[in-house]
């Protein structure tokens, strides 16, 4: 499949999606999803999504999300996938060959696009859908007018998106601890597209509002994610995703050794008789385009 051009506003995140980062999370889609479903499910039950809803399901990814979305809309019901990144898609395109259209994948489609200049049929869908998809865009604001273009009149917008680091230890125990061993980045302002751009409710709200959406609601949610069954498993999980992978990635194996120490040492407490247990705290935003 033809790799989306990196052009345009999104460029370095298109660019981004279609190396190492893209590939490192296709090749942990599974663990990934089972980790962050609770918190998709949270955004999917306050959108609402009903039988025969039509969806669009923004950085679906490797689209376990998406799946799930055609669940609920079932045969009557329409869903698409938008990302930017080859590599999850090719994950997500397997997994719908696998379902299959009589389990429920018939309705489902999935396009290397990217959002923010996507041209969008006016109010195709009923419901815009993300689950930690909307954090990377560098204009925000053009992104989300061009959604909502998509959107019919009092049709729902419904994300998910971390809250403030010191919120979800998952990203930063690892950042902290890898920074006593490798060089910190150049410092970056805190609307910088990445993980945590959309940590502040205010300025979720007025790119919302910006981009004309009415009825903007924002609410924490906070639930216990499962970072794996024993703690090397976690351990794995932790130095490689988010900042904490940007910053240990490059560094020497001698180096990510002592970073791996360090870490296990230090979520000796959160391991249970179910797993090693983090809590995660994001924001659920709703907003209907008028």
């Keep these: ?59 679906c990814g490797s689209g376990g999300a998406t799946l799930e979305i055609a669940r609920r809309v079932g045969s009557g019901g329409r869903v698409l996938g938008v990302d930017v990144s080859t590599p999850m898609l090719d994950v997500a395109r397997a997994r719908l060959d696998v379902l299959g259209n009589d389990r429920g994948g018939g309705g489902v489609t999935f396009e290397n696009k990217d959002v923010a200049t996507y041209p969008f049929e006016a109010g195709m869908f009923d419901i815009v859908f993300s689950r930690f998809g909307v954090m990377f865009f560098v204009d925000p604001v053009v992104a989300f007018s061009n959604i909502r273009t998509g959107l019919k009149s009092g049709g729902r917008l419904a994300f998910v998106c971390w ?40 300025r979720v709200r007025r790119i919302l509002s910006a981009a004309g959406f009415d009825d ?56 249970t008789d179910d797993g090693v247990k983090m809590r995660g705290a994001v924001w659920v935003v709703t907003a209907t385009a008028p």
């Design 1 to 59: 499949m033809e790799r989306l051009q990196t052009v345009g506003d999104n460029a370095p995140q298109i660019e981004y999606w279609n190396g190492p980062a893209g590939e490192k999370w296709a090749k942990g889609a599974a663990s990934q999803d089972a980790m962050l479903e609770p918190l998709g499910m949270a955004a999917m039950d306050v959108g609402r999504i009903q039988p025969g809803d039509t969806v669009l399901d923004v950085g």
């Design 163 to 202: 809250q403030a680091l010191n919120k979800n230890p998952r990203m930063e125990l690892p950042v902290t601890i890898a920074l006593k061993y490798v060089p910190a980045p150049p410092p970056k302002g805190p609307e910088t597209p990445g993980p945590l751009a959309f940590a502040d409710p205010d």
């Design 216 to 271: 903007i609601l924002i609410e924490p949610f906070e639930t216990v994610l499962h970072l794996g069954e024993d703690i090397p498993g976690a351990v794995q999980k932790l130095m490689g995703s988010g900042q904490a992978g940007r910053l240990i990635g490059p560094a020497p194996d001698a180096v990510k050794t002592k970073i791996a120490k360090d870490i296990a040492n230090s979520i000796t407490g959160y391991q």
